[in-house]
Structures are given as C-alpha cells and as structure tokens.
C-alpha cells in the first residue's frame, strides 16, 4: 500500500513538474509582448528606443525621415552616400530631438542606404541593432536586421557573411575610441606619396573649381584664380600647409609635407598671414581675406571651409601615429603649440566639425585623392560622424 501511495506522489509530481516547464515559457511570452521588447512581433518605438540607449540589441520601427550628417543636422535631399538613416515615428517629423539615427552597416548599404535608394525616404522599416549612440546622438548601431514594412510579407534581410564591395573601412566597422582610431590608421597608413613639386599638378585637380575649369578655389579667401596663376608674388596662390609644416618641422618632405589631404591652394599673402598659427576663434578680420580672423596665437577661417579645415586637421592626427619612422601628430586642445608636432584647438575644431558639414566640394576632392594620387581616403570626410567616436 505504501509503495503504491509513493509511486502516486511521485508521478504527480512528474505532471507538476511538467506543467510548470510548459507554463513559464509561456509567461515570457505574455511579459515579453507586453513591455514592447525586441521580438520582432512587438518592436520599440522610436521613442522608446530614445528613451533606452542603453547598448541592448533591439528590433525598431519607424519612419525613415531622412540622412543625417551632423549630430544637429539631418538632410532629406542631395544624400551624399550610403551611410546613416533618420527614423521618427511619424513620416513628417522634423524635430531631430524626436529622431534616432542608424548607421548602416555595409552589407545594408545597397538596399538601404539613400543615395541609392531616395523612393524609400517616408517608408516604415524595422532595424534590429544595438541601441547606442550614433553621431553623438540617440541612435542604433552594429545592425544585423533591417526590414521595409510593406503590404506584402517579406522576411528581414540578413547581414551576409561576404564582404561588400564598398568594404574600404570593414576593419573600422563598430569600433569607437581608441580601437576606432588604430584601426583607421591602419587602413588610411602607406599611401602613395608624391613629390613637393608634383603637388602644384595635383591641386589644380583637386582643388578645380566646379563653376571654372581653368581655375582652383583658394582656401581662406574663396577667389576663384587661373591653375597657373601660382607662385611666390603676393597675388599668386601657392600651397598651403593646414597642419602648419614647422607643427612637427617636417617642411616639404615627403609624407606629411606632401600629403594632399591637408595642402590646398591659398593666396600667398593670406598664407604668409596665416604662417603657423593654430586654429582657435577671434582676433582682428583679415584685411583680404574677409571672414577670416587672426592674433599673434591663432587663425580663424571663413564660416564655409571651417569643417574642412577641422577634418583635415582630424586625418592628420589619425594618419600619422609614428609607426614606421614617421612623426607622431596629435591633436591637443591648446594654442602656441610651436614646433612641437601638435596641433590645436582641439575643442573648437570639433564645434566647427558640427557646424560646418561634410560638401561636394570635399567629397569629390577626397575621391580625386584616392583614386588619382595616394589611394587612401580623409575618413572623416566619409563617416564625420566617427570623429566624436574617437574625440568626445
């Protein structure tokens, strides 16, 4: 009788154990659902992710309202790559404070990114990544998922394991910091250096202006002048050192002195005023080249080359780290830096970053670079939201 009475007990509690294995998966469920989780079924809001940076892998939906391109600016219009979308809960949103930005990993660039696709612009899409922030703003990043919400079902599109072919900066993707910084030396390290004199030949590509092939743009003054208009007179244009060549005294040698990523064609007076000041606001306005002010410590450029100005300054300090015999440049937040191989100011270069966004102008001087003379590319230029990655 006691056996049977202990083989009972035991069974019921076998049922028991059952049903309460069977139960608790599916009050996951029910809490899941209900507190808008990642799952696919429930994803969060774009509010809700804004409310939650708190670098967990959610599923997003939204809107896609637009690119942005600084941490206060966001384009709906001219998108210049592939990079980044604007997500708002509702298609007609223009308050950036009521937007999460996403970055675009490369394998989703094709099918995701608005330059090549501006139709999608207003469409509802689901991004599962990690919520972070993302130009220094509320943002989703490392995206394994993304999905047009449409009236026909289709599945999510999946990161592939092939490289895409854009693949210039897998190495840098989803690192930040220091990790960030090393890794975009290494891919931005060994170009093709050119000679001092071949630079003259090379800025008048570079530097063509759009509205006049005969002519280059100059720098500090904006004057559109002849391509062999260059010398040494006062009126003459010649080759402008934006990370000042005495800031490390590397002169004219090849490597930093002839990197074109930082030489442009200036009014020779204007460079000579410039000389070798750091880069930093006030002072008294250049006589003639207005808009630009400088004192005995620093110069200040015209309001629409001043991002320019910083993001070379930014690839000069991750393009040399003094590896393989060359100097070590870096960024410090002073001025009177001298022949010291740094350079300044650093937290005004990165306002001016922000307020100055990437153009034309420099995208194509970026790819002329690449393509036609040291195959390596201003990083800044094509990811600008990487420089508060690494500097904030």
């Known amino acids: 009788m006691q056996n049977i009475q202990k083989r009972t007990l035991i069974i019921a509690l ?12 599916l009050t996951n469920i029910f809490v899941n659902a209900s507190s808008g989780d990642e799952s696919v079924s429930s994803p969060y809001t774009v509010s809700q992710a804004i409310a939650n940076q708190d670098n967990s892998s959610q599923t997003v939906e939204g809107f896609i309202v637009g690119q942005p391109v600084s941490t206060t600016s966001v384009i709906t219009s001219n998108f210049p790559n592939n990079y980044a979308l604007a997500l708002a809960d509702s298609p007609s949103e223009t308050n950036i404070e009521e937007m999460i930005y996403v970055q675009i990993p ?21 991004v599962t990544g990690t919520l972070t922030n993302y ?13 047009l919400q449409t009236d026909d079902e289709q ?19 989803g690192k930040s910091g220091e990790q960030l910084k090393s ?26 202006d759009p509205n006049n092939s005969n002519n280059v743009l100059l720098l500090y003054t904006g004057r559109s002048q002849g391509k062999n208009e260059n ?35 200036t009014d020779a007076s204007v460079n000579s005023s410039r000389s070798n000041l750091d880069f930093d606001d006030g002072g008294s306005e250049h006589t003639e080249a207005s808009g ?6 620093s110069w200040e450029p015209r309001d629409s080359v001043k991002g320019d100005v910083a993001r070379m300054i930014f690839y000069m300090d991750v393009r040399y780290e003094g590896d393989s015999g060359e100097l070590d440049l870096e960024l410090n937040d002073r001025v009177n830096n001298g022949s ?10 990165l306002e001016w970053h922000e307020e100055d966004p990437v153009d034309d102008f420099e995208r194509r001087r970026n790819d002329i670079i690449y393509n036609d003379y040291q195959h390596n590319r201003n990083p800044f230029i094509d990811h600008p939201e990487w420089v508060r990655e690494i500097w904030d």
């Open 14 to 25: 076998v049922l028991l154990a059952s049903v309460l294995l069977f139960i608790q998966p």
């Open 155 to 173: 599945p999510p599109e999946t990161d592939p394991e092939t490289p895409s072919p854009d693949g210039y900066y897998d190495e840098a993707e």
């Open 340 to 349: 010291a191989p740094y350079h300044g100011k650093l937290s005004v270069l």
């Open 231 to 265: 010398g040494g007179n006062a009126d003459d244009w010649n080759r402008e050192h934006v990370w000042a060549k005495s800031h490390g005294d590397f002169g004219t040698s090849m490597g930093p002195g002839t990197d074109l990523h930082h030489l442009r064609p």
């Open 135 to 147: 130009f220094a703003h509320a943002g989703i990043k490392d995206g394994t998922a993304f999905e």
């Open 183 to 208: 890794a975009l030396h290494n891919i931005i390290d060994d170009h093709t250096e050119i000679s001092y004199s071949n630079v003259w030949e090379a800025l008048r590509e570079t530097d063509e």
């Open 106 to 126: 490369s394998s989703f660039r094709t099918s995701f990114g608005l330059q090549s696709n501006p139709s999608i612009l207003e469409e509802k899409v689901r």
């Open 292 to 297: 630009n002010y400088y004192d005995s410590d």
